[in-house]
């Protein structure tokens, strides 16, 4: 199947400082991609989709200013999580739109804030 | 609204039995994609399985087999001669074709297979 590639999956970083994750697709364009969030034993809480080329959009409660999305090319979607505190700390996923309607998901990435 | 609901948050099973995993969704729309994911302990959520809401046939791939129910609104997952490796959380999920693929994640079953 499809491979979506997430860097890095681990990271521990001092409080408000900023944190980038990245999203690539590796064997297909990917005009459109997600962003997750996953608290320890519970769902996978979309934060917003990412558009190759336009502005991301974010779901109600989630800060834009403080989650930067940029989708600058058809493989690769960053997010920045700006002056991050401890509440921030979570496991973030990103996935990609493939064919078929199905999505693809990367490793994730776990942020841990002290 | 798009829910998708599975009642068992958790499901312990002895090595070699059967486990079935339910999953129930609402929608309104007519035409809709239903998964199913795994996601290890390793935290990678895997694809397992694509139904178009216009399929309604049962599919078998090895030890897995789903149950979709339109009649019902239900996409059941069942695991036959389970085995330690299938330990994971599994979420069944709804993807809403009218609105550009967006998904709907049911809150996940953590399935425990003991040796």
């Known amino acids: 199947g499809a491979v979506v590639s997430q860097h890095p999956s681990w990271v521990i970083c001092k409080s408000g400082t900023s944190v980038k994750i990245e999203c690539r697709s590796l064997?297909?364009?990917?005009?459109?991609m997600f962003w997750y969030r996953q608290f320890p034993k519970q769902s996978l809480m979309l934060m917003a989709t990412?558009?190759?080329?336009?502005?991301?959009?974010?779901e109600q409660g989630v800060e834009k200013d403080k989650f930067l999305i940029n989708h600058a090319s058809l493989t690769l979607s960053t997010l920045t999580v700006t002056s991050a505190h401890p509440e921030d700390s979570s496991f973030y996923i990103c996935?990609?739109?493939?064919?078929?309607?199905?999505?693809?998901f990367g490793a994730g990435t776990r942020l841990s804030v002290l | 609204a798009q829910k998708v609901t599975q009642a068992q948050t958790e499901i312990s099973v002895v090595e070699k039995e059967d486990v079935t995993l339910d999953c129930v969704y609402e929608?309104?729309?007519?035409?809709?994609?239903l998964f199913w994911y795994k996601q290890p302990p390793s935290g990678e959520l895997v694809f397992l399985i694509r139904?178009?809401?216009?399929?309604?046939q049962n599919e078998i791939s090895g030890r897995y087999s789903w149950n979709f129910q339109k009649s019902t609104s239900s996409f059941n997952f069942t695991i036959t001669a389970s085995q330690v490796v299938d330990s994971a959380v599994y979420f069944c999920?709804?993807?809403?074709?009218?609105?550009?693929?967006?998904?709907?994640f049911g809150t996940g079953t953590s399935l425990t297979v003991i040796p």
């Open positions: 990412s558009n190759e080329g336009s502005k991301a959009t974010y």
């Open positions: 929608t309104r729309d007519t035409t809709y994609y």
């Open positions: 996935s990609a739109s493939g064919s078929k309607n199905i999505q693809y």
């Open positions: 139904r178009n809401s216009f399929d309604e």
């Open positions: 064997d297909f364009q990917a005009t459109t």
């Open positions: 999920a709804l993807s809403r074709i009218s609105t550009g693929n967006q998904f709907y």
